[in-house]
């Protein structure tokens, strides 16, 4: 009796085995099919530089294992899967988070899921949003000139949106060329700031960023990016040396000019590693033009080479420009 009861066991065990590999086989050989219950998102007004999340939800209704192999998305956006394979009938998560720009704009991010899916084995997915600053600021950007007084850089208003009041806790610049006075104890609905220019630092710094920390409790901050009219300026920027050969000089010609029509005599050049000479240089209108010659290194390894070339004013600035080159080594 007790063999019996034995075999039955063991013929419930083989049956449920095999039952088990036949639906396991079943679903390998089956075709998933992944169905989002919507492909858009859109968040609507939001306001800048702070979080927001959203959920795809999404099901494999076909009859084999869905497996998501991939999910492709744009800067400023993080998609996260609950999980990578789904049964059929199971459903799951796509979590979306997005953190919203600085300034006032309309934001479209693509997120494309990737999957064995035959049918559709790219979805693309939408989330859209309209990005709206609690605290709005005019200028936008500052364009300074070393021509004018305080570089010409204007009065910037702070304006609360939705008439909450705030006041100014911190005012950094890049290389903090750009300073205002803030007084975190004064809150009102709108603010004018009156920055101040160092001069000499914005020479190492002529373009950035203007970064304003508020207490606003929707707008933590309010950034703003800088350029400046050089007062003399290389043209072109850099040397580059295409495929010369080591210690075989090439001639290049750079002018050095006022973009604010000044006049200004030359002291005195330099390389700082000895690889560029002046063969000659010429007044031209607003500046200079050189003559280059610049004699690549013996070979080494690597065939580059690098080199800075100064000139100095008379009155003591000094400008300089780089040299790169790559040496055909044969």
């Not at 750079?254 to 560029?276: A, C, Q, R």
């Amino acid at each position: 009796m007790r063999r019996y009861w034995l075999i039955l066991i063991i013929v419930a065990l083989v049956g449920s085995f095999q039952f088990g590999c036949q639906e396991q086989s079943k679903m390998l050989r089956g075709s998933p099919k992944i169905v989002f219950e919507e492909s858009i998102h859109d968040f609507g007004e939001v306001t800048a530089k702070k979080k927001y999340k959203a959920e795809f939800k999404l099901k494999n209704t076909g009859d084999g294992v869905l497996k998501i192999t991939e999910v492709k998305r744009c800067c400023g956006v993080i998609a996260k899967l609950d999980k990578n394979e789904f049964g059929p009938g199971e459903s799951g998560v796509l979590t979306v988070e997005y953190l919203s720009g600085a300034n006032t704009s309309l934001m479209k991010r693509k997120i494309s899921v990737i999957s064995n899916d035959k049918e559709n084995p790219k979805i693309d997915l939408t989330i859209s949003a309209r990005v709206v600053p609690k605290v709005a600021y005019e200028p936008h950007r500052l364009e300074l000139s070393f021509k004018e007084e305080n570089a010409g850089c204007p009065d910037i208003t702070l304006t609360s949106v939705d008439k909450k009041p705030f006041s100014v806790k911190n005012f950094l610049s890049t290389g903090n060329c750009i300073k205002a006075e803030v007084n975190p104890s004064v809150e009102a609905t709108k603010i004018i700031l009156y920055p101040k220019v160092d001069l000499e630092k914005l020479q190492r710094n002529s373009s950035g960023f203007i970064s304003i920390e508020l207490t606003h409790p929707e707008c933590e901050k309010v950034y703003l990016s800088y350029t400046t009219r050089l007062r003399f300026e290389f043209k072109p920027r850099s040397i580059i040396v295409s495929n010369p050969k080591p210690q075989k000089p090439v001639v290049k010609k750079i002018s050095l000019v006022s973009n604010y029509n000044e006049d200004f005599e030359i002291e005195s050049t330099l390389s700082k590693n000895g690889l560029v000479k002046v063969l000659d240089q010429q007044k031209i209108e607003n500046g200079y033009q050189f003559n280059l010659e610049i004699t690549p290194p013996p070979a080494e390894n690597t065939g580059m080479f690098t080199d800075v070339f100064y000139v100095k004013f008379k009155g003591g600035q000094k400008l300089s420009i780089k040299c790169y080159g790559r040496m055909s080594i044969k």
